[in-house]
């Protein structure tokens, strides 16, 4: 079957830096996605990777690593907004996204 | 970038009612649209992906007759929850694919809750 893994909930401090790892077994690969999603409302896109390597955007950087199965998010100077869920989801070979359950991420002063 | 609707933003109704919930697409045409259900503290579940002009295609587990989906043209998509019931109040989500190929990013709507009494 398929599969996304990822933890259910971090904590981190403002001002800090947190990594959230996704690990992936699905049917064929075509990229995998993160999204960012607040409390009542739709998920935003967020990165894109499909090729191995770090990808990076202001404080957000996404890594991938095919051979592994295996994807992180790394969010650098944390700030109170940044509190949400953070959903891993993979392309696969139907170009079918397959979602991760999310990563409930909190943001403490 | 580009930009989902979502009519209504939030809905409450009567068991045994149906809901029409709208999904459009507003600066650019979308071939495929997929509507997804979240349950509070669950990820997102995929329950239909539907194509302009063609049948929607179902995911298993979810029954076609009670969840009527229209797409009728390349900006819109209709979601009807047909004889709701308490168990179907949820986050219903749509979203649309810009793209072909490779790359298939999808941009969502802000979600429609309903809420059955």
């Known amino acids: 079957g398929q599969n996304i893994d990822q933890p259910t909930e971090m904590t981190a401090t403002e001002g800090a830096i947190v990594q959230i790892n996704c690990t992936y077994q699905?049917?064929?690969?075509?990229?995998l996605f993160w999204y960012q999603q607040h409390a009542g409302e739709a998920p935003t896109f967020l990165s894109y990777?499909?090729l191995d390597g770090l990808e990076e955007k202001g404080r957000f950087s996404s890594f991938l690593s095919r051979s592994k199965g295996y994807s992180y998010l790394l969010l650098k100077e944390l700030q109170m907004k940044d509190s949400a869920s953070y959903l891993c989801?993979?392309?696969?070979?139907?170009?079918?996204?397959?979602w991760g359950a999310g990563t409930k991420l909190i943001i403490k002063p | 970038g580009a930009v989902v609707s979502q009519h209504p933003s939030w809905v409450i109704c009567k068991s045994g009612t149906s809901v029409k919930i709208e999904c459009r697409s507003l600066?650019?045409?979308?071939?495929?649209m997929f509507w997804y259900r979240q349950f509070p503290k669950q990820s997102l579940m995929l329950m239909a992906t539907?194509?302009?002009?063609?049948?929607?295609?179902?995911e298993q587990g979810v029954e076609k007759d009670k969840f009527l989906i229209n797409h009728a043209s390349l900006t819109l998509s209709t979601l009807t929850v047909t004889s709701a019931h308490p168990e179907d109040s949820s986050f219903y989500i749509c979203?649309?694919?810009?793209?072909?190929?490779?790359?298939?990013?999808?941009?969502f709507g802000p979600g429609t809750r309903l809420t059955v009494l």
């Open positions: 979203s649309a694919r810009v793209g072909e190929g490779d790359y298939n990013e999808q941009f």
């Open positions: 600066d650019f045409q979308a071939t495929t």
């Open positions: 699905t049917s064929g690969f075509n990229g």
């Open positions: 990777n499909v």
């Open positions: 539907s194509n302009e002009g063609s049948k929607a295609t179902y």
């Open positions: 989801a993979v392309l696969d070979s139907n170009y079918q996204l397959i």
